[in-house]
């Protein structure tokens, strides 16, 4: 795609990444196919190749209107546009950089600011959030439906302890924002397989929120505070026995993956937030190279009643970090029989915030995806993101949980 960038934003280090970005797009639509916004609205604005040219369009000069920050926003970032693009376009770097401009050029109304501030405030906080869903739970009864159907009943209350210390081989986990109020099982469940694999799990006290929700709702630079903070808690582990970091949540696992990305610019964080994307690991990814070690756990200890299983691959485990077919390969080794369900592809609508933002897409979405995993009559749902787990569970009176959990009980039973 041609590009006519102004000197003044061609001779930044966001103009350069923009049209190097830009000049990758060959316009030829592939992305229109698997755009989950395209395929509801029809529009080609909300799709990747019209929110590019909208971009390229605000970075040479022309006007910025409310109507292109829509669009912008109905975005669900699920990047499977990434996924299918035959010219490589990081469409996922350049929605960032789109989004930060559109916002810098036309002010929001002031109840999306309203409401986009509040969730930056309260999201991020592990303990306002906590507190957010109790009061929640006590007047859920006359809360409006859509947004009763968010709140959760109470979660399990096992949660996540330090590994043992016997153990040889340390990795660090985030336990994030909002799993441990949603689903501190989730995290119990991972310490459990990995000290069965001979891997004890530690949490680094002053790691909270991974930035993502500050970034995504255009806090960028609260966002990068977070991760700068994280990295500061992580260090002094790093630097001495944790092998690797391990993501529960394949959203938090995407971002922390790209902190070089996001700290490049930032010469006191360059180096460790390269070297911190290195050593993150998805949980799957963890024990899938202790495979080995891992079949000979499960060798002797079928299931006493194999369950049928269909599988929720998150947009941020299969088009953000590319990680495919590992889970589904654990769970039939631990027994399970996996259902893949149609348009496994598509984004279920959760997308972090994009739920709470726009309500109207993302349930048409959910609805259509729990269509297709419900059609084989599964026991259970499994993903693999808190925020899809949260958001496919509101619509479906299926179980639904994280794969960790089962493969969990196929050790313990």
């Known amino acids: 795609m041609q590009t006519s960038l102004p000197d003044t934003i061609a001779n930044t280090a966001q103009g350069r990444e923009a049209e190097a970005i830009l000049r990758t797009c060959v316009h030829c639509g592939f992305c229109l196919a698997t755009c989950p916004t395209y395929q509801i609205l029809g ?4 799709s990747p190749r019209g929110r590019i040219y909208l971009i390229k369009q605000m970075l040479e000069g022309a006007p910025v209107t409310h109507k292109t920050l829509t669009h912008l926003d109905r975005c669900l970032t699920c990047r499977n546009c990434e996924t299918t693009c035959p010219s490589g376009v990081q469409y996922g770097k350049l929605i960032d950089i789109g989004r930060s401009m559109a916002e810098e050029k036309i002010s929001r109304p002031p109840l999306q600011r309203i409401k986009r501030a509040t969730l930056n405030a309260l999201l991020p906080s592990g303990q306002r959030f906590d507190a957010l869903v109790k009061l929640g739970r006590m007047v859920k009864p006359v809360l409006p439906i859509t947004l009763a159907e968010k709140i959760p009943d109470a979660a399990e209350t096992r949660k996540h302890s330090p590994g043992r210390i016997t153990l040889h081989r340390k990795m660090l986990v985030l336990e994030g924002c909002v799993q441990p109020t949603l689903a501190p099982q989730i995290n119990a469940a991972a310490a459990s397989v990995l000290e069965n694999l001979g891997i004890a799990l530690i949490t680094a006290d002053k790691a909270g929120c991974c930035g993502a929700v500050s970034f995504h709702l255009n806090y960028q630079e609260q966002g990068r505070e977070a991760m700068r903070r994280n990295i500061d808690a992580w260090w002094p582990h790093i630097e001495s026995s944790a092998e690797a970091i391990v993501m529960t949540a394949s959203g938090c696992g995407v971002t922390v993956k790209q902190y070089g990305h996001y700290l490049k610019d930032d010469p006191a964080y360059a180096r460790k937030a390269e070297r911190i994307s290195e050593l993150t690991r998805d949980i799957s990814e963890v024990v899938l190279g202790e495979q080995s070690r891992l079949l000979n756990k499960l060798k002797g200890r079928p299931l006493p009643h194999p369950l049928k ?20 390969a654990l769970l039939t080794a631990a027994g399970y029989e996996v259902l893949i369900p149609m348009e496994s592809n598509l984004c279920c609508g959760s997308a972090g915030t994009y739920s709470l933002l726009e309500p109207g897409i993302a349930t048409q979405l959910r609805n259509r995806k729990l269509g297709y995993l419900q059609a ?29 959990e089962l493969l969990e009980s196929a050790l313990t039973h």
């Open 43 to 46: 529009d080609e604005l909300d």
């Open 309 to 328: 299983v269909a599988w929720h691959a998150p947009c941020t485990l299969q088009h953000g970090q590319k990680v495919t077919g590992v889970v589904e």
């Open 376 to 404: 084989r009559q599964p026991d259970i749902i499994a993903t693999a993101n808190i925020g899809c787990l949260s958001h496919l569970q509101s619509g479906t009176n299926v179980p639904v949980r994280h794969w960790i």
